[in-house]
């Protein structure tokens, strides 16, 4: 890795991948961060001895996308998603990677508005709206599609590899209505399946690496799906915030079951990492 350049781009979940391969590589060297991005959630981090740059790209739908949401991911409006154009946020950053981490899927999900050559065509969970509902597939072929086709086409050609979707594990009610997930240990191979929308989501995936990997592309498959869905036991669950139970904090705790291992919103999280790198 010396004289390289590595980036994560995608959803929490890369920017999860990225902690935790800053944490591995900070107990040979302690780098210097070069910026924190607060909203775009984006950071870089160098390496001087090895001039080595590690960094993460937020662009949780790879696609352009309006979004108004808070630091949790909270919506405040919904989302404007632009089925016809990538998220300059990365592409343009593209150039000066020799290795890249990239994915998504979660996002998807969402309640979204889909645009394509500058018109409204439709949207996914909008209720109400009185537009066609093509469903979060739709929205998510197209990214993966127009994504791989980018990098395919790309006069640089740097080391891709593309993460398949890690699945939730929110049990008795979803994440906003009560869902928690408190296992202690792995499940067995018989004991996990996938869920309806995250199988939908990892057939997409294999079909549109299929197309790309034809094409010849330095990209590889990163299929984390069955590893991640074993671990029930792998997430923070309601310790994303420090002291959830505490007297003074709200009568509903949030539980985090699609994260893995690092508590606390990113910001704190940031802190956190800066404050323990500085003391070695």
Same mark, same amino acid.
């Given at each position: ?9 995608? %959803? ?17 060297? #302690? ?8 909203l775009t959630r984006s950071s870089s981090w160098f390496f ?20 108004? %949401? ?16 990538? %998220? ?11 290795? =890249? ?18 018109? =409204? ?24 599609? #127009? ?12 080391? =891709? ?36 929308? %995250? ?82």
């Amino acid at each position: 890795m010396r004289n390289k350049g590595f980036a994560f781009i995608g %959803d929490s979940i890369l920017r999860n991948q990225l902690q935790s391969m800053l944490c591995i590589l900070s107990q040979v060297e #302690l780098p210097l961060q070069l910026y924190q991005a607060e909203l775009t959630r984006s950071s870089s981090w160098f390496f001087p001895s090895y001039n080595f740059t590690l960094s993460g790209i937020w662009a949780p739908f790879l696609l352009k996308a309006d979004l108004f %949401d808070n630091q949790n991911g909270v919506l405040t409006s919904d989302i404007k998603l632009h089925l016809d154009k990538l %998220d300059e946020n990365w592409t343009k950053q593209y150039y000066d990677f020799d290795y =890249v981490m990239i994915g998504g899927g979660q996002w998807f999900l969402r309640t979204a508005i889909y645009h394509e050559h500058n018109k =409204v065509q439709g949207c996914h969970y909008c209720e109400g709206k009185n537009l066609t509902e093509l469903g979060f597939d739709y929205s998510y072929r197209k990214a993966l599609s #127009l994504t791989f086709k980018f990098i395919t086409s790309s006069s640089h050609k740097p080391q =891709v590899m593309f993460r398949t979707i890690t699945p939730s594990h929110f049990e008795y009610g979803k994440w906003n209505e009560g869902g928690y997930c408190n296992r202690k240990a792995p499940f067995k191979e018989t004991e996990a399946n996938l869920g309806e929308f %995250d199988k939908i989501m990892y057939e997409v995936e294999m079909q549109e690496f299929e197309k790309a990997s034809k094409k010849g592309a330095s990209l590889t498959l990163f299929d984390a799906t069955h590893l991640s869905l074993l671990r029930p036991d792998g997430h923070p669950g309601p310790y994303r915030d420090y002291y959830p139970f505490a007297k003074d904090k709200k009568a509903i705790v949030q539980n985090d079951c699609l994260h893995w291992c690092l508590p606390g919103p990113i910001d704190t999280w940031n802190e956190l990492i800066s404050e323990m790198l500085m003391r070695g």
